[in-house]
């Protein structure tokens, strides 16, 4: 089969679980004789706007669009005839049997329709709740809180806080940058980033919400509205099977969105069991516990930095915290975790390179995900079960259904530190009970497993015949 996945970002520019997913499902698919391209974007202010890009990545070839976000309205985040006829182009020249979505963030839901005009069966996994949520898909309002329910009002409210392109400003510095770049060859983004950076300040904090414009706040209430019913009608009838890696997720585009049961599937993710299981778990006199991926707050770093401070200081001389995970987002924020960290005695051990994850791992005793929204199948999860790590999570979506508890982990109440900081206490104190835990954790599906069984989906929806 000759199969093309769509993803809004791929290695090694985007590199967070949805990124490194499809770049697995590519290589494996690969090693089993299909053919298979990727189709996906990158924001580079030094490449010209919308301009198409093809690599190799493993041996894979990735159409690369530079999308830098100039978009004019709230409709182009997710609605961008610009960048559809460079996806069709690709669909033309590729003769491809399957279209795979992976996201459509940074894209457009014309990219769907392109597909199925030219007769392609497509396949649809729902990483996230973007087809339901502009924000990220994330179903986090901007005053922090989790949406347990569609609320269109309050999308207003949060959508109205929503800095979803780049400025006038921010898009003539980039066109200038570009220009100079074709002219000269120096690429001057670098340095833009870093001014930007140190004059960043924090974000502003909303409480309620209640000094959003109204009349603004009104419109983006409609904004979402014709979102939701235009994703509705432009995407389902399109797809031929959706896939969501957890049960959790399913069930809330069944009973939210009216998604004919039939037409999603839950099937779950798969690492690459073999070399975690491969590793050697390590000793220590100190419990080391950890926090591992990207450190912007709706992961809930912070949240773990605040329970730790909570834990009786003779407890935190007898074990460790690091948080691991890239930096770059919103320096300010990466400030205060920093003076949080010093104050409570923990360390930001930098990103962890993915060859170095098993390992890592399996150094670990306790592994805590603490995030504030719906997770839906957090990589991080699979891999330390892979790796008999025990798991401390939030009792919210995926991750609770991810962590049997007393089995693979424990759970805590989403956001709540005091919670957090008594089930730290309660692990931290007795080593003999992780120690049980790890013995006990059962292994996810391997990659393997969950590449044959999408290989098995595709070839049962692509036309006789196909080659």
């Not at 833009?192 to 004059?199: D, E, F, P, S, T």
């Not at 975690?276 to 930095?305: C, H, N, W």
């Not at 150094?363 to 025990?390: K, M």
Request: a neutral charge; one cysteine or more; proline letters at 6%.
């Amino acid at each position: 089969m000759k199969i093309l996945l769509v993803s809004h970002s791929y290695p090694p520019v985007g590199t967070a679980g949805t990124e490194t997913y499809t770049a697995q499902v590519a290589g494996r698919l690969t090693h089993l004789g299909h053919e298979v391209e990727v189709f996906t974007t990158a924001k580079d202010i030094a490449r010209p706007n919308l301009s198409l890009h093809t690599r190799l990545h493993d041996g894979v070839r990735v159409h690369e669009v530079f999308n830098n976000l100039y978009y004019e309205r709230f409709r182009d985040t997710w609605d961008f005839p610009p960048i559809e006829p460079l996806f069709d182009g690709v669909l033309a020249s590729g003769r491809f049997d399957v279209v795979h979505f992976q996201h459509l963030m940074y894209l457009s839901v014309g990219c769907v329709e392109r597909a199925s005009a030219r007769g392609l069966p497509i396949v649809f996994t729902l990483h996230d709740y973007w087809l339901q949520c502009p924000r990220f898909g994330q179903r986090v309002h901007a005053d922090g809180g989790v949406c347990h329910t569609i609320d269109f009002a309050r999308c207003g409210t949060c959508l109205s806080t929503f800095k979803y392109g780049q400025t006038p400003l921010e898009k003539r510095v980039g066109e200038a940058i570009g220009r100079v770049r074709e002219r000269t060859g120096v690429n001057l983004a670098p340095l833009a980033r870093g001014v930007a950076n140190a004059l960043s300040k924090p974000p502003p904090v909303r409480a309620s919400g209640g000094d959003v414009d109204a009349a603004h706040a009104a419109e983006m209430e409609q904004a979402a509205r014709e979102r939701t019913d235009a994703m509705r009608a432009r995407v389902l009838p399109r797809v031929r099977k959706f896939l969501a890696p957890s049960r959790f997720l399913r069930d809330r585009f069944v009973n939210e969105w009216a998604m004919p049961p039939a037409q999603i599937e839950h099937l779950p993710l798969g690492v690459e069991v073999a070399a975690y299981r491969a590793e050697t778990r390590t000793r220590s006199d100190r419990v080391r516990v950890a926090f591992v991926g990207s450190l912007i707050q709706i992961k809930g770093p912070e949240l773990l930095l605040e329970a730790w401070g909570r834990l009786a200081p003779e407890l935190r001389q007898r074990a460790s915290l690091t948080l691991y995970g890239p930096s770059q987002h919103d320096p300010a924020f990466q400030r205060r975790l920093a003076e949080l960290a010093t104050i409570v005695g923990a360390e930001l051990g930098g990103r962890i390179e993915r060859s170095a994850m098993p390992a890592r791992l399996a150094s670990i005793d306790l592994l805590v995900v603490p995030s504030l929204w719906f997770e839906n199948s957090p990589l991080v999860i699979l891999e330390a079960r892979a790796a008999r790590t025990p798991l401390l999570v939030s009792d919210l979506g995926g991750m609770a259904e991810l962590v049997e508890r007393g089995r693979s982990g424990e759970h805590f109440r989403v956001g709540d530190v005091d919670d957090l900081a008594r089930k730290l206490t309660e692990l931290v104190a007795d080593r003999a009970r992780l120690d049980e835990l790890s013995d006990r954790s059962v292994s996810p599906p391997s990659v393997d497993d969950h590449v044959g069984a999408l290989a098995e989906r595709y070839d049962a929806i692509r036309p006789a015949g196909a080659h």
